[in-house]
Nanobody
Framework: QVQLVESGGGVVQAGGSLRLSCAASGTIFSINAMAWDRQAPGKQRELVAEISSGGTTNYVDFVMDRFTISRDNAKNTVYLQMSSLKPEDTAVYYC????????????????WGQGTQVTVSS
């Protein structure tokens, strides 16, 4: 009923930039927090960035000052602008969001996208 779809992944040289997008669709009433996770081979999935419904952001230290999370509430979309990319940023990136959907407009549930691969070459 509710679906999140990521896009924008690909291969980029170290030092380059990439912008990921994630659009939510379905019988959505409201979206609370939105976030980006990533998982590299052999490593645990980690939360990279989050953004509240009001635009407050938080980042993991490793991406501080390089990544920027933003959202367009009219489009139900969250973005992750990545700059100064490093090989260590190589991972599958997943968006997630806390969403309420008709008719249960007061119950927020977590939803996840399918993931998009980001590969940073040296």
């Amino acid at each position: 009923q509710v679906q999140l779809v990521e896009s924008g992944g690909g291969v980029v040289q170290a030092g380059g930039s990439l912008r990921l997008s994630c659009a939510a669709s379905g019988t959505i009433f409201s979206i609370n927090a939105m976030a980006w996770d990533r998982q590299a081979p052999g490593k645990q999935r980690e939360l990279v960035a989050e953004i509240s419904s009001g635009g407050t952001t938080n980042y993991v230290d490793f991406v501080m000052d390089r990544f920027t999370i933003s959202r367009d509430n009219a489009k139900n979309t969250v973005y992750l602008q990545m700059s100064s990319l490093k090989p260590e940023d190589t991972a599958v990136y997943y968006c997630n969001a806390e969403i309420s959907a008709y008719p249960f407009i007061r119950t927020y549930r977590p939803y996840w996208g399918q993931g998009t691969q980001v590969t940073v070459s040296s």
